[in-house]
């Protein structure tokens, strides 16, 4: 199975969201946290948490991107149990029971999002519109002009010995 995976190509996430997710940390959109938001009542780190952010399952910081990874059937399972006590203990779910229905719809919409190769990077964009809150997520396309630049290349070396007196 597939799933989402935290990743930081640079250090901007520690400086734009108030909680950073971790590198390597399994990832939802997490969009249930800000159902009840009022974007424009949010600070700036808010705001972009709310715009662009997915929600680590580890440390409930988010990232600007993540990575398709493979995951186990027990990390899964570890998830969804992670997300069903963060929806008790943060959100006033009565208990874990009946919070586990609702964390694994969330971890397997999470999943459904990973339909492409391991490492695609993806990105997650959220608004308000008249139907409510909206979710797309997009796959970062490499510019294959600079995929890889080739900075030197390998030749034989020519071995023989010129002949000389």
């Known amino acids: 199975m ?13 400086r734009v969201f108030h909680r950073p997710a971790q590198p ?4 939802v959109t997490g ?8 974007p424009e009542a949010l600070d700036q780190k808010g705001k972009i948490a709310f715009h662009s952010g997915w929600l680590g399952t580890d ?6 991107l993540v990575e398709v990874a493979d995951i ?5 399972f570890q998830v969804v149990e992670k997300l069903a ?11 874990l029971a009946a919070a586990l229905p ?3 719809a969330e971890a397997d919409d ?3 999002l990973c339909d492409h190769k391991t490492n695609t990077l993806l990105t997650l964009e959220r608004e308000i519109t008249a139907e409510g809150l909206v979710e797309r997520v997009r796959v970062v396309q490499q510019d294959r002009a600079t995929e890889h630049a080739k900075i030197w290349e390998l030749s034989e070396e020519d071995t023989s010995e010129s002949g000389g007196s």
Do not use: C, M
């Open 31 to 38: 969009s249930f946290a800000f159902a009840d938001a009022q």
């Open 102 to 104: 609702a964390a694994r």
């Open 85 to 95: 006590r963060h929806f008790v203990e943060a959100y006033g779910a009565p208990d």
């Open 59 to 64: 440390s409930f910081g988010h990232s600007t």
């Open 2 to 14: 597939k799933f989402p995976r935290s990743i930081q190509l640079d250090e901007s996430d520690n």
């Open 24 to 27: 390597g940390e399994w990832a």
């Open 110 to 112: 999470a999943a459904q």
């Open 72 to 76: 186990s059937e027990a990390e899964f």
